[in-house]
Nanobody
Framework: QVQLVESGGGLVQPGGSLRLSCVAS????????MRWYRHSPGKQRDLVAS???????NYADSVKGRFAISRDNPKNTAYLQTNSLKSEDTAVYYC???????????????WGQGTQVTVSS
């Protein structure tokens, strides 16, 4: 079992920045991919960014150049640096961890409780 705890959300004006954190604990072996999703009312839960154990990153087009995902493996922590925030970035941001077997097949996914990001003037 893996527990994920997000933090760092808050209220910020357009153009501002926040750094979101996700701390993983529990049985964390073979957790090779960490992801950030976001979900706002009336929209689906969308993938924002992902990072693999070796540091390979991917981003949604809507956040490219503004957000940066990173991870500190010794601390079992993933981060999402959000810059140049826009109103449309307002959402609950969720951390997601993916466990794989030795054939790189997904065997489990885990979710945090979410942290609210509100961008408003």
């Amino acid at each position: 079992q893996v527990q994920l705890v997000e933090s760092g959300g808050g209220l910020v004006q357009p153009g501002g920045s926040l750094r979101l954190s996700c701390v993983a604990s529990g049985t964390i072996f073979n957790i090779l991919t960490m992801r950030w999703y976001r979900h706002s009312p009336g929209k689906q839960r969308d993938l924002v960014a992902s990072i693999t154990i070796d540091g390979t990153t991917n981003y949604a087009d809507s956040v490219k150049g503004r957000f940066a995902i990173s991870r500190d493996n010794p601390k079992n922590t993933a981060y999402l640096q959000t810059n140049s925030l826009k109103s449309e970035d307002t959402a609950v941001y969720y951390c997601n961890a993916v466990r794989y077997d030795n054939l790189y097949l997904i065997v489990a996914t885990y979710w945090g409780q979410g942290t609210q990001v509100t961008v408003s003037s």
